[in-house]
């Protein structure tokens, strides 16, 4: 009994995808499926990035597949493709760069700024080209954080290149000025140095740029949100009662500008001893989820309060790339997908697909 691409896809439809809880097929994940014989070849394209289960996800489609009676060889490819998505309306996609992702807190002190870098290094590390803006003009940390130092080079003397370590492009106000030198400007001074920063850095092809944004809901804030294309918000805040207050005053502020929440994360949230093993939950406990519920958006994940993740960050090689296969880079890794997969859903920008329409005067 010959088998037929109609079977095949019956076989996939069966198959749920890890990350989106879709099946293949009504995710349009298949591609490129032929039949010769009793021998399927596929190719499975995510919109997301994730080669470390690659493997798996080829595993788990050759057993489905498999599965058909008459099936012969089975073979399988596994990609992603990160394709551009829709921003606030009115706003232009920047040149080079896919999809903005701002990391955002109510207040400062809960972590922000580590979660930025660690979900910039656990995208990179899952084969996505990745850039970390350091949006925080007054206290910038991704130099330290990333263990990056220098000046930008310049091949124009318009533009600066952007330095990199660990695989990701980072730029900061900190490259450009004394590390001990205080930013005593007004609020239109740094907006136009953010807005310079982002604009005349020369991103190369990046699938993802990850804006570590300053804590607070200001001037900013409102800037960023009005004048620069982002594809989603990740809000972070720890546990307690105040964080949180703070937190939702960040989230209704993107809801107003029409930037899309991608999800919470909740740091320090719980205190395992590092001598008896005693878990504590020193800031309170379910305050994230319970905003996840009253905002109906998604918890992407909770991290623990350890001292290792603050040394690593400190010492310029942040967890991700500290202990890769550690448990605390594995949340890091699992709240990043999560948060592609939410860029992934969202709408393909058509911006670029349509003609400009040109009037001349003859």
Not at 296 to 319: H, M, W
Request: net charge neutral; hydrophobic share 40%; glycine share 10%.
């Amino acid at each position: 009994m010959s088998i037929t691409v109609e079977d095949v896809k019956a076989a996939l439809s069966k198959i749920v995808d890890p990350n989106t809880t879709k099946d293949y097929v009504t995710g349009k994940a298949v591609k490129n499926l032929k039949v010769e014989g009793g021998d399927v070849s596929l190719d499975i394209e995510l919109g997301y990035p994730a080669r470390s289960q690659f493997d798996a996800i080829r595993a788990a489609v050759i057993a489905g597949v498999r599965a058909l009676p008459g099936v012969g060889n089975v073979s399988v490819g596994v990609s992603s493709k990160i394709i551009s998505h829709t921003v606030q309306r009115g706003l232009k996609l920047m040149p080079n760069v896919k999809n903005i992702i701002a990391v955002a807190s109510g207040k400062g002190g809960v972590g922000k700024s580590t979660t930025a870098v660690n979900l910039a290094l656990a995208l990179a590390a899952e084969g996505a080209s990745v850039g970390l803006l350091d949006a925080d003009i007054y206290g910038p940390s991704q130099p330290m954080m990333l263990g990056v130092s220098g000046r930008p080079e310049t091949k124009d003397g318009k533009t600066m290149e952007p330095l990199e370590n660990y695989g990701v492009q980072v730029s900061s106000i900190g490259f450009l000025i004394d590390p001990d030198e205080p930013m005593v400007w007004r609020g239109p001074m740094v907006t136009q140095a953010l807005q310079q920063l982002l604009e005349q850095t020369n991103w190369r092809d990046l699938d993802y740029l990850v804006v570590d944004m300053p804590p607070g809901t200001g001037d900013i804030q409102l800037t960023l949100s009005q004048k620069v294309p982002v594809t989603g918000a990740v809000i972070v805040t720890t546990p307690q009662d105040i964080a949180l207050l703070d937190a939702r005053k960040g989230l209704k502020m993107f809801e107003k500008v029409g930037i899309p929440i991608l999800g919470i994360v909740e740091n320090m949230s719980t205190h395992i001893c590092s001598n008896c093993g005693h878990a504590e939950e020193i800031f309170g406990a379910g305050g994230g989820a319970k905003m996840c519920k009253d905002f109906n958006v998604e918890f992407l994940g909770a991290l623990p309060l350890t001292l290792s993740i603050r040394e690593q960050a400190d010492s310029g090689k942040p967890t991700v790339v500290a202990e890769p296969d550690g448990k605390v880079a594995a949340i890091y890794k699992d709240i990043a997908r999560k948060i592609a997969v939410q860029v992934s859903e969202k709408a393909k920008d058509m911006t670029s697909k349509f003609p400009s329409i040109v009037i001349k005067n003859d």
